[in-house]
């Protein structure tokens, strides 16, 4: 009797659990985040701000939405450029699509537009 017990329990927890695996997309907090990207966007890019601009640093501060290829959420971070160029005329305050990518761990944008 008590093996049967033990059977009914363990069934008990094992199909929620088998119901939430077969689902593609179960509801978590990661699926609810804003993307950052606006439609049309390719998805390594994120909509942001700049905060900063600092060229002999080659960084920028950035407030952004999540980054998906780097499987961060939104945030307000610093990060290096590829090219110093890039920072010839940008400003704080400016709205942007950015592209992320990391290179020997140091986060590095790899391409900026201006939004208007």
Same mark, same amino acid.
């Given at each position: 009797?008590?093996?049967?017990?033990?059977?009914?329990?363990? #069934?008990?927890?094992?199909?929620?659990?088998?119901?939430?695996?077969? &689902?593609?997309?179960?509801?978590?907090?990661?699926?609810?985040?804003?993307?950052?990207?606006?439609?049309?966007?390719?998805?390594?890019?994120?909509?942001?701000? #700049?905060?900063?601009? &600092?060229?002999?640093?080659?960084?920028?501060? #950035?407030?952004?939405?999540?980054?998906?290829?780097?499987?961060?959420?939104?945030?307000?971070?610093?990060?290096?450029?590829?090219?110093?160029?890039?920072?010839?005329?940008?400003?704080?305050?400016?709205?942007?699509?950015?592209?992320?990518?990391?290179?020997?761990?140091?986060?590095?944008?790899?391409? #900026?537009?201006?939004?208007?």
């Amino acid at each position: 009797m008590k093996r049967i017990q033990t059977l009914a329990v363990a #069934i008990a927890f094992t199909l929620p659990l088998a119901a939430y695996a077969a &689902d593609p997309a179960p509801m978590n907090p990661g699926n609810m985040l804003d993307t950052g990207a606006m439609p049309g966007m390719p998805a390594s890019m994120a909509q942001g701000e #700049i905060r900063k601009v &600092d060229k002999p640093a080659r960084k920028l501060t #950035i407030k952004h939405g999540t980054l998906p290829n780097l499987d961060m959420t939104a945030r307000h971070m610093v990060y290096r450029v590829k090219d110093p160029a890039m920072l010839n005329q940008r400003k704080a305050g400016e709205k942007i699509n950015f592209a992320a990518e990391s290179f020997n761990g140091v986060l590095t944008v790899t391409n #900026i537009e201006t939004t208007k």
